[in-house]
């Protein structure tokens, strides 16, 4: 019942900042993607307007139903012939190795059962060269910032479909990619739950 509010909830309550700093981060983020891409925990499909005409092919990983019914409507006309819409974790897809150019993460890492095997399954299914391009919310700048994210995110983790407040995707991600592309960037509102992690991972 909670996943089919929140797939019912989350465009609006993002419509105002899609339409400013956070899809505009998007964008940019995604302007040169190209060839196999791979959204990891699609939601309800805000990535894909952005996706450039040379995305060949593209598949859409996304574990909640409600969420995955609202895919098809917000893949672009031009993509639905190569699109694939998987119900699977990001611990586990359905993808061979080394079979995805380029990997997204946005705001998803946060929510993921198991992070670090997540990004095992990142490294097994994009190739060397590849990239994960990553639009994460984490950890809070200050002390008192991770104190305050500490003592929240149990109620915070209910109510917002499993995600967690405080993990560090530039930490998670590096032990597999390298990060030095990474960098702390100012995504209202996203940047009100802690620091934004933006840029790409290469493989």
């Known amino acids: 019942m909670l996943d089919r509010v929140f797939a019912a909830i989350y465009d609006p309550l993002l419509a105002g900042a899609e339409r400013g700093r956070l899809g505009a981060a998007r964008a940019e983020l995604l302007r040169d993607v190209a060839g196999h891409v791979l959204v990891v925990g699609a939601g309800t499909g805000a990535d894909l307007r952005h996706l ?9 990983v996304e574990p909640s139903g409600p969420m995955r019914d609202r895919l098809p409507d917000a893949v672009p006309p031009r993509l639905l012939p190569v699109t694939e819409v998987v119900g699977a974790f990001a611990e586990r897809m359905p993808l061979g190795d080394a079979s995805v150019d380029h990997a997204v993460l946005s705001l998803v890492l946060c929510s993921v059962r198991d992070p ?5 399954e990142l490294h097994r299914v994009v190739r060397p060269g590849g990239t994960v391009r990553v639009l994460e919310h984490g950890t809070a700048a200050s002390p008192t910032g991770r104190a305050v994210q500490r003592a929240v995110n149990p109620v915070w983790r209910v109510v917002a479909a499993g995600c967690n407040l405080d993990r560090d995707a530039a930490a998670l991600l590096g032990r597999r990619f390298d990060v030095t592309e990474l960098e702390i960037a100012a995504v209202p509102p996203v940047s009100r739950v802690g620091r934004v992690t933006l840029g790409a991972a290469r493989r």
């Open 116 to 120: 670090d095997a997540a990004v095992d």
């Open 52 to 60: 450039p005409d040379a995305v060949t092919q593209l598949t859409l």
